[in-house]
């Protein structure tokens, strides 16, 4: 269902949250888990998201969901850029990426942009 | 309050032709848990439940165990299905889908009145408007000429596919027609959602601090065409064209760059040029 319509979508940290409850509990229903104790989330320093609104939108999000009671593990990938010209990788806080060893501007990510769900721990009764 | 009906739903997404009462009315509402949204056409009916979903989890025999699922899976997946199912939608019917993002105040809507009278004689054109509230934006498209759609958010602060896609069933897209999304004033949050468009174009006037390329790089990043607008106003205030460019090329080399002033007409040309090299 249109989860994406949201009930207060005053930002978009919010309606990530969302998206995050309605994909796990979707994945906990398929194996009929009667809870999830614990979700990993994987997000890039450059993912776009603001990382303290998101952990605030998720103690809202899970609230009446089979994730109500679960551990939620941010792991933050650190972004790392690549020169396009001379193949240098580096690490960076930044979308100003100029490479450090050829000063090329023609740079991209390689790591950073993740906004990903990793695992799940799901919990089943006998 | 529903402000388009009166009913008593606070959140809503409403999808309106100017002049017409709403067709389509989506609401989304909460129970035992579950928060789901539906349409429906314009009446009206109560979305209490008189018996109670609950059922308990526990039970009294057997033990429970935890395994863990590998999903990896992208948060923003649903909205990028859709998004593609909106894209091989505008693929097949040959239209040029453009999401144009910028802040409020920027001359997005004041830019496709006159792209419609203008180049909307040779190529057809048409409009999903997405604002918070109002329909003010597309009844000056409609006045303008083109058949549009009026998207308003609530309380959202952009634009997702589902959203288009909803907003474009209710147009008749002609074949080799430019669509034009004009998104929420924001140049945070529609970044991150992709709504199946060609190309995302990005407009900044020359009212706005020629840093904004610095301070909301992942707009930058994600658009391909850059317009800096109110060109006319450039001798009225401290705006450096090049240095914004620098900074906009910084975090995007691929960007391209148009100057114009939507008022006065200069630079349009090469917006039109852009706009039928896509479009051809």
Redesign the interface.
Known sequence: ????????????EL??A???V???EE?ARS?QA??V??VV?EIGT?S?IEFDALTFAMTEAV???LLQKAEIVYDIIQAVGVCEECCHEFPTD?????CPVCNS??TSFIKGKE???????????? | MCGTCGCGED?H?TYRIPGEVNLTH?H?H?H???????EHAHHHHDHNHPEAHQHT?E?E???????????????????ELIAERNRGYFEGSQVLALNLVSSPGSGKTTLLERTIAELGKKIDCTVIEGDQQTMNDAERIQKAGAPVVQIN??????L????VNKAMKQLELKRKSILFIENVGNL??P???DLGESRRVVIISVTEGDDKP?KY??M??TAQLCIINKTDLLPYVDFDLDKVKAAA???N?RLEFISLSAKTGEGLQEWYNWLQKLHS
């Not at chain 1, 906004?115 to 006998?126: M, W």
């Open positions: 269902m249109a989860i994406f319509v949201t009930k207060i979508l005053v930002m978009h309606s990530i969302v998206n995050i309605e994909l796990v994945a194996q009667e809870n104790s614990k989330l450059l776009g609230k009446g969901s930044d979308y100003f990426t100029v501007m023609h906004l990903k769900i990793k695992s799940i721990d799901l919990v089943t009764n006998d | 959140d997404i989506v989304t909460t035992d848990g579950l928060t789901h949204s539906h989890h039970h025999h057997g033990h429970s165990h935890t395994h863990t699922v590998t999903l990896e899976q992208n948060i923003l997946s649903k909205n958010t609530g309380n959202g602060c952009h997702d596919a589902l959203m945070v949050c970044s991150l959602f610095a790089p992942t930058f990043e090329a910084r975090v080399p």
